[in-house]
């Protein structure tokens, strides 16, 4: 059965960096694109990021352009989110997500999440 | 693109019939997901492109709607329906999501 792992979160200060990870199991990870999503406390969803499956393609939402970085290593099955420049409204439970199709924006797997907490 | 979710709050017992409304400010034809969504557990995807079943999903959910008004159908609620409800289109960048419905136990 598809499995996603995500892990990373934790706590870190304004300005700092983090990397998130999301380990796949149970499908052709190298034939799906992926996604990272995420919920701020007390806020919906929100889609973050896009990589096609072969990391040839990748999409931001803007306001995280430029600081954070979505990449895959299809070798070991595993989706990562680099995070830099981190601010408060980044606190979030991160969520990585398989899409259905190869880059179709349907969400049809999740992780159980993991969160970031941005404080000083 | 904006998609509003109605009602916010929807309370209802189980055996119910649930109606969940979202209304994008723009066509989007069929592109418009469900994802249903517990506390402390992942999202999980019950429709796509307006009205498809995902896999395992149980007929008693069913999706409709084209253009701008969609809705979920839940025909007889069952315990474990109660939960938080997202729209979500992909018809053009960026593919946001509904504020969701929040289904709790009347």
């Known amino acids: 059965q598809v499995q996603l792992v995500d892990s990373g979160g934790g706590v870190v200060q304004p300005g700092r960096s983090l990397r998130l990870s999301c380990a796949g199991s149970?499908?052709?990870?190298?034939?799906?694109?992926m996604h990272w999503v995420r919920q701020a406390p007390g806020k919906g969803l929100e889609w973050v990021a896009f990589?096609?499956?072969?990391?040839?393609?990748?999409d931001y939402v803007d306001s995280v352009k430029g600081r954070f970085s979505i990449s895959r290593d299809n070798s070991k099955n595993t989706l990562f989110l680099q995070m830099n420049s981190l601010r408060d409204e980044d606190t979030a439970v991160y969520y990585c997500?398989?899409?259905?199709?190869?880059?179709?924006?349907?969400?049809?797997?999740w992780g159980q999440g993991t969160l970031v907490t941005v404080s000083s | 693109i904006v998609l509003t979710q109605s009602p916010a709050t929807l309370s209802l017992s189980p055996g119910e019939r649930a109606t969940l409304s979202c209304r994008a400010s723009?066509?989007?034809?069929?592109?418009l997901a469900w994802y249903q969504h517990k506390v402390g557990q992942a999202p999980r995807l019950l429709i796509y492109?307006?009205?498809n079943r995902a896999t395992d999903i149980p007929a008693r959910f069913s999706g409709s709607g084209s253009g701008t008004d969609f809705t979920l159908t839940i025909s007889s609620l069952e315990p474990e329906d109660f939960a938080v409800y997202y729209c979500?289109?992909?018809?053009?960048?960026?593919?946001?999501f509904g504020q969701g419905t929040k289904l709790e136990i009347k």
């Open positions: 997500a398989k899409d259905r199709m190869g880059s179709s924006y349907v969400f049809d797997y």
């Open positions: 149970g499908f052709m990870f190298n034939s799906y694109g």
């Open positions: 990589i096609s499956s072969d990391g040839s393609n990748r």
């Open positions: 723009q066509t989007i034809s069929t592109s």
């Open positions: 492109d307006a009205s």
């Open positions: 979500q289109h992909r018809s053009n960048w960026p593919r946001t």
